[in-house]
Each structure stands twice: as structure tokens, then as C-alpha cells.
């Protein structure tokens, strides 16, 4: 996702440089930092006898591998698994004099391995089915690491406790495995190198399409204006806040009781008469 957002980013850079500066009468100078163009290669004929040089397009496929010749190594890759899983069928653990804990030891060791077998044969499938997947074709690899070294296990305790003749079977399947696993690293390397050189290329694009752009861009815009640093006053801030207190306080004051008036002919003030 990421290379292909760059990939499209790198893409329409161009065409929105060309429409900033298409009301301009003379093409701007070449940025500094923009590459310089390329030059256009003639074919160069070398004296007879000589070898010419290899293209630098059939260099950058070196060790690439065809999506026919990748499904012909997978179908190897599945005849050493499947004399493999003939081998562990002939394996009779149960009739070999050990100890018991050298059984179990060695039962654990069996199972392992054919549980190692089935995910290796999980991910080959896979990988014939998609050839140019790096992820597949790394996960293949990694699973033939995993069963190779049990296989070197099971083959030395059925030498010991079986067959001499019996063990160095599972030697040479576990040979062959292993040359047909590094035959897979080329193709690997060159999925790894082509996934490098894309993001170096878009990398690179994008820089130059930035400085283009930057370049287009330049003096449109006024500069920015320096602003007096004063400390601001919040006037209204202040005054509601001083009507604010004003009413709380009026609401929580009590109100003053008005003196009642005597009554007029009170009994007592006609006595004093």
C-alpha cells in the first residue's frame, strides 16, 4: 500500500507543476537539486572477438525465476516430502529396545517432525500457486529450515536402534531437501533487490517533484508579517465577571424588615389623655 500511494503521489506531481507553471513564458531554469536528464544510449558495436557487455535490464533480472521453473522446483520440493512421509511410515518404534524415556524423547522427536512436513507442505502449495510472492516464497524457505534438523533426529535414532542402511535414507532425502531449498534463494534475492529499487526510484521521484514544486512555488506569497508582542487585557472578561459577583451578592443579602407603626388608639394612650 505504501509503495502504490508513492508510486501514484510520484505520478500526478508532475501535471500539477505543469499547470502552475504553464502561464509562465519561458520555462524556469533547472533546480539545482533536480536530476540531471538523462541521456539517450546509442549501441555501442566492440571489435570482433570481444564480449560485449551484459544490458543492464538482463542484470537486474539475474536469478529470476520463471513462474514454470518455480512450479517445477515446487513439484521437486513435493517428491522429497512425500519419500519423506514414506520413510516415517516404515519407522516400527514401538519393536526397538530403549528406555522409556528415550522413547518418549524420541515419539515427541516423530511428531514434530510430521507436524513440520504438513505446514511445509501448506506453504509450497501456496508458493507454486503464486510464484512472484516474496512472502510465500520466504515462508517456504523458513519451513524447510524448520524440518531439516528434526530429519537429522529421526535418522540417527533409526540408525541406532534399527538400521544402519535405514538412517542414512532419511540423510539423503534430508539432502536433497536442502538443495532444492537453496535453489529458491536467487529468486528470493531478486524479489528483494526489485522491492528495493522501486522504493529507492519512488523515493528519489518524490524528492524531485517536491523540489519542482517548491521551485513553481516560490515567491507567490507575500512574507510573513512580524507581530508586536503585547500582553493582552480581557476587559469584557472582567466586567462580567464583576456583574456577576454584584448579583450573587444581591441575592444572598437578606432584606431589612420595615418597623411595624403603633396603632393609632391604643388603650393605654387614652388613659395618659
Known sequence: MKSFFLAVLVAACPLFVFSQTSGQKAPPPAHPGAPAPQ???TEMIGTPGQKPAIPAAQAATAGRMEPTQIKALAHKIWLAQF???DLLAQVHSEKW????????SFDQSLDSLRK??????????QFEARPESLY?????YIAISAVLPRID????????YENASFGVQYAQSANQLFDLQQQIVPHLTFLLKNQDDFLLIAQTNLASCQNELNYAERNKEGQATPMKNIAPEFKGHSASARHATHAASTKSAPKAKTAAKPAANSPDQAQKK
Open 39 to 41: 541521456e539517450v544510449q
Open 83 to 85: 519419500r519423506l512421509n
Open 97 to 104: 529396545t530403549m528406555p522409556p524415556a528415550v522413547r518418549q
Open 116 to 125: 513440520s512436513l504438513a505446514a511445509q507442505e501448506e506453504w509450497r502449495s
Open 136 to 140: 510465500l516464497g520466504f515462508q517456504t
Open 153 to 160: 533426529g529421526v535418522a540417527q535414532s533409526v540408525s541406532r
